[in-house]
Each structure stands twice: as structure tokens, then as C-alpha cells.
């Protein structure tokens, strides 16, 4: 609270300072003039810039909405609205209404307003045009600097309620992420489906690429991919290395931009923070600085979240707590990797995105990782996993898709995916193998590993044949198995 009272402190000084400094504004309607006219006249213009930017009615009475941070972050928008009418309204538009004219200095303070605020928000210049202009407007009409005070403070306030009605926060979220999109000017819109929270319905996909292109100068990396992730499964994302696995990832949580295609995270851009906000993700390059410990990097990851797990619970969970107090830079490969999974755990997300999670990992930690994701996709949550470790997926996923060269080759469960590359895999040796009709072969000098779907009927073909082996080794088709198989035969 100390941080608040200064920062309105600090604001009011400006503001009076700026306002006192001030040229005296005539107004063009004499009837707006008096305090209470002028005070009416700005409420309405800022109510009605909203209605007719956002296209909705103002919204206060929503149970999402929190009615306390509304109030602080409603003090501090106020008065962050009245030192900004004052230094570009008061100062700046009144001081070229000699030279310019009211049309000339509305449109060049305007302006200048708008390119200040692209510059340090990112936001769209014509949006802060647009309310720029409005509140300059208000300004001229009435001589007072109170009216334009009033238009952009009850415009800003508008903005916050709806966007924490629509965000769904709870009254303890005290996160950046809404102060940021309050204090922007621009409302957002999330798609109807999303209102009022983040959780997607039960049937609909968490996150999903469609139709997604990416490429990294001539060589494609992405073909038109599409992808789903949906409530309550493990979806095993494989494929050969460069197949489009980690840029698929990195489209999805908004880390890269498709050239082609949308992408979607909880029916939102994925990169928006509020898209991520309950997404939990190991990336494949795992780094913490040196410095900083265990418990430490878990503690910094938690305050980002409203309803994040305990420390404690989280350490306990991936085995870090005998580790809790030692420099994260220092921790073992398999500690690293650990310590990154329960980074993605912490916040208590919705969705766990993990590229190669158990690497470095011993076979006791790889457990219970893999129990701990079981667990998780039961209880609604969702994972996408990406690994070369196939007995992981084989053992975990509720459904696999396969990439090739950038696009998708196969989906469906691991039984569907062993049915697609043949029910059977059959080792043997012979110096050559003749061709035998719907057989997939992976020959290794004398060495060859068929895969069939009538394991019998090849053996009986072989034999008809004539061919010299020995080695004959026939077993069922493991995801491995059909893993090869697939992308031999999607190469060839």
C-alpha cells in the first residue's frame, strides 16, 4: 500500500504542478463550463468512448470482478489520468491552441499522445489516437481540464472492470498482468466461449494449431499443421529430430509466430500473457543463474501466480527438498531437469507443455514424474510431452501424433499407431530378403527388422522362398516399432 500512496502522491504533485502551470482554455460550448456541467460532460464522453470502442456496456456487478483491487487499481488509474490530461491536454494542447488552432492542436497533441504510447506500450497507435482525440475534444468543448480528467479516468476504469470480469481473476490476484492491461486504454475482447474465465468448455481444445505454417528461410518447418490439446489427456507429440516438434511447442505458447495458419491458447492469441497465464512448460534448453537456490527459483515462479502451489509441496513432489538451500546453478543434469518441471508445476497450472521432461532423470525420478503427469491429465488438466524416450509415451499417452518433415503423418492412440505400422515386428538374418508385398523393412547389413501385419504368413512366404536365415525372432509391435516403421516408410 505504501508503494500505491506514493505512486498517487506523486501523480497528484505533477498533475498540480502541471495544471497550475497551465494556460487558461475558453471554451467552445459556454454551456459546459461550470464544474459540475464540465464533470458530467467528461463521465459521459469516457462512458460512451468505451461503449463504442469495446462494443459492450460497462460491466461492475459481475461476481469475477474483484471489488477491492478494482478499487485500488481505480484510485491509481484516476490519477495516472490526471497527470497525463494535465501534461498533454493542459500543457501541450493548450499551449498550441495560438498557433494551431483548436482543430490543428487537437490533432497534433493527439498524435504526439499516440506516439508516446506505442513507443512505451506496444499498443496500437491508432486505439490511443482515437481516445487521444476524444479526450482533447472534451477539453476544448468545456475550457476544463477537470472534464478531460474525468472522460479518461472513467474510460480507463471501464477497461479494468471489464477485463477482470472477462479474465475471471479472483479477489487475491494481485498480478502485473491485470495492472498492465488497465492501464493500457485498450479493452480486450476474448471470444464468447472464454467469458467470464480461462477454462475452456469440456469439449473444446485448450490449445490448438491450425493449419499452421513456419518457415526458417527456404526450408520448412511446419506444413500446415494441425494440432489439438485437449482436457484430461497426455498427447505425446513425436517424431525424428527436425520433424517440426519444438517450433509446434514454441507456435502453441506463443514463443513464435506462424507465417500461415492460427494458433490458439484458451481461445486467445497465445501470446498474450493472460493466454499463458495457467500454462506450465519446460522448454528444451534448461539454464537457472548461478546465485540463485532451489526454493528461491520456485518462490519467484509462485508470486507470479494467484492460486499457486506451496513451496513445500512442490519441492516434495520432484524430490528437491533435501536440495531446497543449494545454488540452482550448481544442481546435476537430472536435478536441473527436475527442478524445471516443478517451475511448470508451481503456478498450479492447466496445462503442462514438456519437451524431453525426463532427461538426465534416474529411473526412480522418471517414475514418479511420470506418475505425477498420470495424475495430473486425470484430474482435467492437460500435457503435451515431446520425447525420444517412446516407452515414456507408450507407458503415459492417452493419444500420439506423429511429425514427418513438418507435417502431421499419423494420430491416434498407441494401440491405432501400432495397428497403422503392422501388428508384428520380425527380426531375422539372411544375406538378402526378397521383396515381400505390405512389408516395411529396416535393414541393417545381414540384419533385418520387418514389419508386418500377418507375422505367420511371412515366415510361410519366406520359407517358399527358399532364402537361407537364421535369428528368426517374431514379437508384437511395440510404439517404438511403429515409430520406426512410420517414418521409414514416410521418408521413403
Known amino acids: 500500500m505504501s508503494a500505491v500512496a506514493a ?16 494556460p487558461t482554455v475558453i471554451a467552445a460550448d459556454p454551456s459546459l463550463h461550470p464544474a459540475g456541467d464540465a464533470l458530467a460532460a467528461g463521465i459521459a464522453s469516457g462512458i460512451g468512448l468505451f461503449v463504442v470502442l469495446a462494443r459492450r456496456r460497462p460491466v461492475f456487478g459481475a461476481p469475477t470482478v474483484p471489488r477491492r483491487r478494482l478499487a485500488a487499481r481505480s484510485a491509481v488509474l484516476t490519477a495516472k489520468s490526471a497527470q497525463e490530461e494535465a501534461l498533454w491536454r493542459g500543457l501541450l494542447l493548450g499551449f498550441l491552441l495560438d498557433p494551431l488552432g483548436r482543430v490543428g492542436a487537437i490533432v497534433l497533441s493527439s498524435a504526439l499522445f499516440a506516439g508516446a504510447h506505442v513507443a512505451g506500450q506496444g499498443r496500437v497507435a491508432a486505439m490511443h489516437l482515437l481516445t487521444g482525440g476524444a479526450f482533447a475534444a472534451v477539453y476544448v468543448a468545456t475550457g476544463r481540464l477537470l472534464a478531460a480528467i474525468a472522460a479518461h479516468g472513467t474510460y480507463n476504469i471501464l477497461v479494468g472492470a471489464s477485463s477482470l470480469a472477462d479474465e475471471g481473476l479472483s479477489d487475491s490476484d494481485t498480478g502485473a498482468r491485470a495492472g498492465g492491461l488497465l492501464a493500457s486504454g485498450t479493452p480486450s475482447r476474448p471470444p464468447a466461449p472464454m467469458r467470464p474465465g480461462l477454462t475452456p468448455p469440456p469439449d473444446s481444445a485448450i490449445a490448438a494449431l491450425d493449419g499452421v505454417v ?11 499443421v494441425d494440432l489439438e490439446l485437449r482436457r484430461g489427456e497426455v498427447l505425446a507429440l513425436l517424431g525424428p ?7 509446434a511447442v514454441a507456435i502453441m505458447l506463443g514463443l513464435r509466430r506462424a507465417d500461415a495458419g492460427r494458433a490458439t491458447l484458451f481461445g486467445l492469441d497465445p501470446r498474450l500473457p493472460r493466454a499463458r497465464q495457467r500454462v506450465g512448460a519446460v522448454l528444451q534448453d534448461v539454464g537457472f543463474p548461478p546465485g540463485l537456490r532451489v526454493q528461491e527459483a520456485v518462490d519467484l515462479v509462485r508470486a507470479h501466480y494467484p492460486a499457486a502451489r506451496s513451496t513445500d509441496a512442490v519441492l516434495a513432489h520432484l524430490g528437491l527438498a533435501a536440495v531446497a538451500r543449494r545454488d540452482a546453478g550448481g544442481l546435476s543434469g537430472g536435478q536441473r531437469r527436475r527442478l524445471a518441471v516443478a517451475l511448470a508445476l508451481a503456478g498450479n497450472p492447466t496445462a503442462l507443455f514438456l519437451d524431453e521432461p ?35 509415451a507408450e507407458e503415459i499417452a492417452t493419444r500420439v501424433v ?5 507435417r502431421v503423418v499419423l494420430e491416434g492412440s498407441v494401440r491405432e499407431i501400432r495397428a497403422r505400422a503392422g501388428r508384428a ?64 516408410e514416410t521418408e521413403a
Open 358 to 392: 525426463t532427461a538426465g532423470m534416474d529411473a526412480g525420478a522418471r517414475r514418479a514424474l511420470l506418475a505425477e503427469l498420470r495424475a495430473f491429465a486425470a484430474s482435467g488438466g492437460a500435457v503435451l510431452l515431446t520425447t525420444q524416450q517412446l516407452g515414456e
Open 214 to 224: 513456419k518457415r526458417f528461410g527456404a526450408q520448412p518447418a511446419l506444413a500446415g
Open 402 to 406: 506423429l511429425l514427418a518433415r513438418g
Open 241 to 247: 529430430n527436425g520433424a517440426g516438434k519444438s517450433t
Open 425 to 488: 515386428r520380425v527380426t531375422i538374418r539372411a544375406p538378402v530378403l526378397p521383396s515381400f508385398d505390405g512389408a516395411t523393412v529396416d535393414t541393417q547389413g545381414d540384419r533385418h527388422v520387418v514389419y508386418v501385419e500377418d507375422a505367420d504368413a511371412f515366415v510361410s512366404a519366406l520359407v517358399r522362398s527358399e532364402t537361407p536365415f537364421s535369428e528368426l525372432e517374431v514379437v508384437p509391435v511395440s510404439l517404438e516399432d511403429a515409430f520406426v516403421a512410420l517414418t521409414t
Open 7 to 22: 505512486r498517487l502522491g506523486l501523480s497528484l504533485v505533477v498533475t498540480g504542478a502541471a495544471a497550475a502551470a497551465a
